[in-house]
T-cell receptor, first 114, second 116 residues
C-alpha cells in the first residue's frame, strides 16, 4: 500500500516552454502533497506544500509564478514549470501524506531544459 | 527553527560488517519524529526506520537500528551485516508533532559505499 506515482519520469523540453508534472496517490487519499527539488549529490529541498482544495504554501525563495502547483483532488497534484529555462533543469520529487501522517514519496521526474 | 546535521558526507563499509551513520538535530520541541530515509541510485526515497521522541526504546527494523539520545539530540543509524544493496544516500529527517504539519526537515545526506 501507500504508493505514489509521478508522470512523466523524465522530460526534455525547449527553453521557454511549460512543463507539467503529475503526482498521484494510487491507494490512499492524500490530504497534503509536497514538492521537492533535488540537485545532484544534494539533499531534497522543499519547494511547496499543498493541501487539497487550497492554495499551495511556498518555501522562501521559490517563485510562485514560475512553479505553479495545483492540488485539485485527494489523489492528484500537479507542478507546472512555466517558461522553463536551463537553470530549472533538476530532479523533482513529490510526496503525499494522508491519515497516517507519513510522507510517501514518488519516484521522481528528471527535467532537462535545452 | 529546527535543523538536522549529518557530518559524514561519505562512509564506506565492507560487506557483512557494521557501519554507523551519524545525525544530530536541534529543536526546542519535546515531541517529534525522527526518520532515516534511503535513496538508492534509482532515486526512489525509501523509509528505513522511524523513531518517536517520547519512546525511550530505540527503534529496530531487521538489520537497521538507531541509537536515539534525546538529551544529546543525536540519532544515529546502525546497519548490521551490510549488504551490497545497502549502498545508497541516507538522509536523516525531523518532523514536528507539536504543530499540525507533516513537513520534513532533511539533513544533507551521507553516501554509503559497500565493498565486497
Amino acid at each position: 500500500g501507500a504508493v505514489v506515482s509521478q508522470h512523466p519520469s523524465w522530460v526534455i523540453c525547449k527553453s521557454g516552454t511549460s512543463v507539467k508534472i503529475e503526482c498521484r496517490s494510487l491507494d490512499f487519499q492524500a490530504t497534503t502533497m509536497f514538492w521537492y527539488r533535488q540537485f545532484p549529490k544534494q539533499s531534497l529541498m522543499l519547494m511547496a506544500t499543498s493541501n487539497e482544495g487550497s492554495k499551495a504554501t511556498y518555501e522562501q525563495g521559490v517563485e510562485k509564478d514560475k512553479f505553479l502547483i495545483n492540488h485539485a483532488s485527494l489523489t492528484l497534484s500537479t507542478l507546472t514549470v512555466t517558461s522553463a529555462h536551463p537553470e530549472d533543469s533538476s530532479f523533482y520529487i513529490c510526496s503525499a501524506s494522508g491519515s497516517v501522517h507519513e510522507q510517501f514519496f514518488g519516484p521522481g521526474t528528471r527535467l532537462t531544459v535545452l | 527553527a529546527q535543523t538536522v546535521t549529518q557530518s559524514q558526507p561519505e562512509m564506506s563499509v565492507q560487506e557483512a560488517e557494521t557501519v554507523t551513520l551519524s545525525c544530530t538535530y536541534d529543536t526546542s520541541e519535546s515531541d517529534y519524529y525522527l526518520f532515516w530515509y534511503k535513496q538508492p541510485p534509482s532515486r526512489q526515497m525509501i523509509l528505513v526506520i522511524r523513531q518517536e521522541a517520547y519512546k525511550q526504546q530505540n527503534a529496530t527494523e531487521n538489520r537497521f537500528s538507531v541509537n536515539f539520545q534525546k538529551a544529546a539530540k543525536s540519532f544515529s543509524l546502525k546497519i548490521s551485516d551490510s549488504q551490497l544493496g545497502d549502498a545508497a544516500m541516507y538522509f536523516c529527517a525531523y518532523r514536528t508533532r507539536t504543530y499540525n504539519t507533516d513537513k520534513l526537515i532533511f539533513g544533507t545526506g551521507t553516501r554509503l559505499q559497500v565493498f565486497p
